[in-house]
Every structure is written in C-alpha cells, then in structure tokens.
C-alpha cells in the first residue's frame, strides 16, 4: 500500500477533528488504557529520534514550513524522563528505560554553568538564558533518574540545579527568573511545580534546605489564592485568563507537596481549585481552554494538555482521599481524551499523539502536537492502570 502524503493525511485529520467538534461527536473511550500508554510511549520516543541529540524534539507541528519536527525541548523532555521512568518500572520494558536515561544525560550536557536550565528549545551555549521553571521540570527528570540507578552524576546535577533555584527566589518565595519573554518581577504562580522537584530532591538529602524552600515556595502560591479556588497571576501570556495547562501545574505543585509533607492545608487548596473546575466539564468531559477569575470559560477550543493534567490531579486526589467523586471526574475527563490521540491516522508522526487543542485550530499550540500534550495523557493513562488495581 503506498503511504499518502503528510500534508494530504494531515488535512483529513483536519476535518474530522472539526467535525467532531462542531457536532461534539466524541465518543468516550473506557478501555484500551495500557494499548494507548504504548502508543504514547512510542511516540515520545519517535520524538527522541526526531531530535537528533538525545532529547525529545518540542513537537510535531505539519503545518510548519519544512513540515514536522521542531528541535529538542530542555524544559519538557525533563519531566518526560519520570513518565518513561515510571512506565518502564511499571511494565518492565528496558528499552524504554535506556531512552529516558539518554536524555538524562542529555540534560546534563546541555546544563548552563550556573546549574539552571535554559528557557526555549535547545541552542548554542552562547544563546541560553535561565528560566526557573525549565529548571524545576529538568530537577525532577534528574531526581527520577537517580532513583532510577543511582548515578551519582544525576545527583549532582540535581543538587547544582536545586541551589540555583533557591538563589533565584526572593524575600517573599517567588522565582525571579522567568525566561526572556517575560519582564522581570513578575509572579508566575505556576512555577510553584518546581517546589514538588526540589521536595523530592530533599527526600535524598534530608540534611539539606530543599524541604524548606518547596514548603515556602508553596505558601507564596497559595496568598495568590482568592475564595473560590482562583490563583492569579498564573499565566505566561493572558494572567486575567490563564490556560487550564498553566493551571494544572499549579494544581499539581501544591498538591503533591501537600502529600509528600502531610500538609493537608496544602491538599485542600489544591482541591478548592479541582472542586471550581470540575462543574465547568460537561457530561461527556470535555472543558474549556480557558477561564476568568469567575471560573468563567474564557475561550471556546479545548486545552487538551491541561486537560489530561487536571485528570491526573484528579487521580492523585482519589489515592490520597478516597473520596470518589475524584476519580469519577478523572476517568470521565481521561476517557474523552483518548478518542483523541490518533492511532492510525496514516502519518507515523501523528500517531500516539495528542494535539495541543481541540479541535486542532484551536488557541493553544495551533495545529501541533506538542510533546509535553502526549507526556500528560501517558502520566494520566499510568494512574488509571494504576487505580484500576485498588
């Protein structure tokens, strides 16, 4: 059988994706959980590959004028090696653990001399610039892998990365360095995902002041918070109308400090801002991009990245609360998403990926499939596998 051509399969991918949207004619899908954390796995490794360096290219976006990859992401392949981790862990495939720990040792190549982690997709030494955030994301990679073997190498990383973000905070527990596009002093509070990386780092050195700067980086985030869950300043482009992607980091951080600490203060914060979310999803799981202060839907396209997020957060709630309702919002969110990730679109750089909207000419990462989209639904996929057996 001849292959088509990307363009004319991409176009086809197209219009059944916006007719999908304009009828809301997706069907959610229960099963396949494990079929489809393969495909999202082999995908993320397609992307490796396409990078040409060891880390995984930021995405694939057809619509690009050469028509594909874009070149490797520090800042997301590093929390994709705790997805690949823990997928390789959990199902014992070597192979895919050997990929996650090259682009480990990737990360440590490409470290400025600071420690940090630069900002952007990678460049030559000379262009780099810090950003906190890219940081935290590469920590957390680094903590796994050590977990992982126990390379002391990643260790050290690690340990160079975490004082560089704790020199970067200021007197009230914000970071400072937000990357070159954003003026300097303002808060992002979804940088508060890098206290979970540094949490984690101080589990393996206890005696150091990891803990207690994550427990600080957390409290600042939470005097963002107003009454009704809303955390402002928490975008990097529209902060009076954040992405639910922006949102789910921040969810998560504060979340899973909160356990990791047994701070139940931190729990409920994180769960007032899910409890705000959650009866904005309509019955099928579908939820805005978007939103106001009022938890108003601020865009009509789908942010499918912060979707699979908030069905993690979800999950996580299940495990640590019981308390139902949570997991019956995670898998009525994870099973809309699955129709979406294309399996046989005809184009392999398509297939086991999600898009960065729904539909595809949405607001966020128009018409590509951005890396970090497929890492989300792979970590949700993992804990429904997961909370299937308890």
Known sequence: MLRQPPNRVFARVVRSDMARFLFDSVKPLAGQTRERARAAVDWILQAQAAGGDGGVSLGYFPCD?????????????????????????????????????????????????????QGGPVCAPDKQTPTAFNTGMVLDGWVTAYHFN???????????????????????????????????????????????????????????????????????????????????DNCLTRPEAPLLHTIGYTLQGILEVGIAAKREDF???????????????????????????????ACFSSCLTGAAQLAGVCYRLYEHSRQRCYWIAAERL???????????????????AL??????FGGYMTAGYPNWATKYLLDALLLQDRCSEN
């Open 150 to 232: 126990h390379d002391t190498r990643f260790l050290e990383a690690g340990r160079r990365a975490a004082d560089w973000l704790i020199s970067d905070l200021d007197g009230e527990g914000y970071f400072r360095t937000n990357g070159q596009f954003v003026a300097p002093g303002l808060i992002k509070t979804y940088n508060v995902l890098c206290a979970w990386a540094l949490h984690r780092l101080g589990e393996i050195l206890p005696e150091s002041c990891y803990q207690s700067n994550a427990i600080r980086i957390v409290d600042a985030a939470i005097r963002r918070q107003q009454p009704n869950g809303w955390l402002a």
């Open 355 to 360: 898009a960065g909207s729904f539909p595809l």
């Open 334 to 352: 994870l099973n809309y998403l699955k129709p979406l990730q294309l399996l046989d679109s005809g184009n392999p750089a398509l297939n086991g």
């Open 65 to 117: 004028v050469e028509q594909g990859w874009r070149p490797s992401y520090p800042e997301t392949t590093g929390y994709i090696i705790s997805s690949l981790l823990e997928y390789c862990r959990r199902f014992q495939e070597s192979a895919v653990g050997v990929q996650a720990l090259c682009m480990a040792e990737w990360e440590i190549e490409i470290q400025m001399p600071s420690g940090a982690v």
């Open 267 to 297: 729990v409920d914060s994180s769960r007032r801002g899910v409890d705000a979310l959650l009866p904005r999803m309509n019955a099928k799981g579908r939820l805005p991009g978007r939103f106001f202060p009022d938890w108003e839907p």
